[in-house]
Structures are given as C-alpha cells and as structure tokens.
C-alpha cells in the first residue's frame, strides 16, 4: 500500500526509529496528540507546520469515539511511523 503525505491513522506496523525521543511511551490518545504537535514543530516553514497541525487535529477528531484498546494501539503505533516518514521526507529535502 502507497504511503499517502497526509497523517491517516491505519495499520499495525512497530516503528524502529522515531521521530522524537519519547515515542516509545506514547500509549494514549492524549499523549499521541502532543508527541504528533511537537513532531510538526520540526517541520521547516511554518505553512508545512500548520498544514500537518489541522491534519492532526482532524485524525484525532475522526477516531475519538474509537474505543478497541487493539485498535487504538494500532492507530498510535502508525500514527508514529507516518509522522517519522514526513520529517526524513522533509528532512531529505533540505
């Protein structure tokens, strides 16, 4: 499955590498929510930071009611990983 450049929220895959340090204890929606803000703070202009901001904050919304603790897992844990493709792909443009 192509990798899309927006925030989507799907799949089960475990991230080696991430983004920021503290990834590895993000394990509630609240706690996603902050670690993904400050992940858009290392993006380069501040039109790409708020682009991502309101992709975040409408995932968020969008899975709110999901109350599967496997589910939500698999949401964090992608969430993760997407937000750790962004930034290298930011970062590869520089």
């Known amino acids: 499955m192509p990798r899309s450049d927006a925030l989507c929220f799907l799949g089960t895959e475990v991230l080696r590498m991430a983004p920021l340090p503290g990834a590895e204890l993000v394990q ?3 706690q996603l929510y902050r670690y993904l803000l400050r992940c858009c703070r290392q ?3 501040k039109g790409i930071q708020e682009h991502y901001k309101h992709a975040v904050r409408q995932s968020f919304r969008v899975h ?5 603790p496997e589910r939500i897992q698999q949401i964090i844990k992608r969430a ?3 937000a750790d493709w ?3 792909k930011y970062k590869k443009q520089n």
């Open 86 to 88: 962004i930034l290298n």
């Open 64 to 68: 709110s009611d999901e109350d599967n």
């Open 80 to 82: 993760i990983e997407d």
């Open 28 to 30: 509630r929606p609240l």
């Open 43 to 45: 993006l380069p202009t």
